[in-house]
């Protein structure tokens, strides 16, 4: 008779299961863990935090995009994250709308593509600013030319240059632009059931809306999948800040700095009337001696003495001392 629950026991099982509480739960004293529900046709491949991590990733790729779009456009432009949410790649490729602007990228050093997608409403308009137009778009639904194909293309490339910097602290990326497609029948480069993640930017160019949509596929970027944490994403900015990197470069860029060396012989005070009338052979009269070391001035500080001489028949000075900060 030990399987039958004494009136205690049922009354905290009922008080569990009516409160909804989804901690585990003894019966006889033994641990019992709920059972949850698992859709093995759509598993959860991303937590909350990972896809939290890539919309702070595509933040700063929103700034970063913004100021581009700015300036090649020549009109106000503002890009910004909209949301982040996985789901399978057939749902997404399902809700394509041919013509689209389909941009398939190598994610070097991952193996495997990434999908960049636009608005063909939003293409349109990028082209027509190109062209030199106000950038309305067009009216009438179409495919792209071949000629608005490169342009595109281009606007791509330059977009694509622009990923490297906000992954930088997750990954070194070298992306590049495999091919650009304007059906979305030709991009099936991942099985219906792959998971993604779908990062959803809105973008407003001049008086134009629309959207870019980056398709991150699980199977991509799984092996970076334990650095889509921000607790990670910040621990590598403090060790890039305390790192001797920068330290390093900052060094190399002052060893190559110009700056101008003076050896002040002698000086000596004359009067204007002096100087106007100073003929060839006049001497003046310093306030060195023959003997005395040189003055070295880098830029306007005293910094070494030297003694004068030669050197491969040019004037040179040799440097006897230099001058320590207490000096100064």
Same mark, same amino acid.
């Given at each position: 008779?030990s399987? =039958?629950?004494s009136?205690s026991? &049922?009354?905290?099982?009922l008080?569990?299961?009516?409160?909804?509480d989804e @901690?585990?739960?003894?019966?006889?004293?033994?641990?019992?863990? @709920?059972?949850?529900?698992?859709?093995?046709?759509?598993?959860?491949?991303?937590?909350?935090?990972?896809l939290?991590?890539?919309?702070?990733?595509?933040?700063?790729y929103?700034r970063i995009l913004?100021?581009?779009?700015t300036g090649y456009?020549r009109?106000h432009?503002?890009v910004e994250?909209a949301n982040?949410?996985?789901?399978t790649?057939n749902?997404f490729?399902? *809700?394509?709308?041919?013509?689209?602007?389909?941009g398939i990228?190598?994610?070097?050093?991952?193996?495997?593509?990434? &999908?960049?997608?636009?608005s063909?409403n939003?293409?349109y308009s990028? =082209?027509e600013r190109i062209l030199?137009?106000i950038g309305?778009?067009m009216?009438?639904?179409?495919d792209f030319?071949?000629i608005?194909k490169?342009?595109?293309?281009?606007v791509l490339?330059?977009m694509i240059?622009?990923?490297p $910097?906000?992954?930088e602290?997750v990954l070194?990326?070298?992306?590049r632009?495999?091919?650009i497609?304007?059906?979305?029948? %030709?991009a099936q =480069?991942?099985?219906p059931?792959?998971?993604?993640?779908l990062v959803t930017?809105r973008?407003k160019?001049?008086?134009?809306?629309?959207?870019?949509?980056?398709?991150?596929? !699980?199977l991509?970027?799984s092996p970076?999948?334990?650095?889509?944490?921000?607790? %990670?994403w910040f621990e590598?900015i403090v060790?890039?800040?305390d *790192?001797d990197? !920068?330290?390093? $470069?900052l @060094?190399g860029q002052i060893?190559?700095?110009?700056?101008?060396i003076t050896a002040v012989?002698?000086?000596?005070?004359?009067?204007?009337n002096?100087?106007?009338?100073l003929q060839?052979g006049d001497i &003046?009269p310093?306030?060195?001696?023959?003997?005395?070391?040189?003055?070295?001035?880098v830029?306007?500080?005293?910094?070494?003495?030297?003694?004068p001489?030669?050197?491969r028949?040019?004037n040179?000075f040799q =440097?006897?001392?230099?001058?320590?900060?207490e000096e100064?």
């Open positions: 008779m399987d =039958i629950l009136q026991e &049922i009354d905290a099982l008080k569990a299961l009516n409160s909804g @901690e585990v739960l003894k019966v006889n004293n033994e641990v019992v863990k @709920e059972a949850r529900n698992y859709n093995f046709s759509r598993p959860s491949k991303f937590n909350k935090e990972q939290r991590t890539l919309e702070i990733i595509y933040e700063n929103s913004s100021s581009f779009f456009m009109t432009s503002v994250v982040a949410e996985q789901m790649y749902e490729n399902n *809700s394509l709308v041919n013509p689209v602007v389909l990228i190598d994610f070097s050093p991952l193996k495997g593509s990434i &999908i960049l997608e636009m063909s939003l293409g990028i =082209i030199g137009g309305l778009g009216k009438v639904v179409r030319s071949e608005e490169i342009l595109l293309s281009r490339s330059n240059a622009r990923l $910097e906000p992954w602290n070194q990326l070298k992306p632009l495999d091919k497609e304007t059906n979305s029948q %030709f =480069i991942f099985g059931n792959e998971m993604i993640a930017l973008v160019v001049g008086s134009t809306e629309g959207m870019i949509n980056f398709c991150l596929p !699980h991509v970027i970076i999948m334990d650095r889509l944490y921000t607790k %990670f590598q060790q890039a800040d *790192s990197v !920068h330290r390093e $470069e @060094e060893n190559k700095a110009v700056v101008p012989v002698g000086k000596s005070n004359i009067t204007v002096e100087f106007v009338n060839v &003046i310093l306030d060195s001696y023959v003997t005395s070391d040189l003055n070295i001035y830029g306007n500080l005293l910094k070494f003495y030297a003694r001489g030669t050197k028949g040019k040179a =440097i006897t001392s230099h001058i320590s900060k100064e």
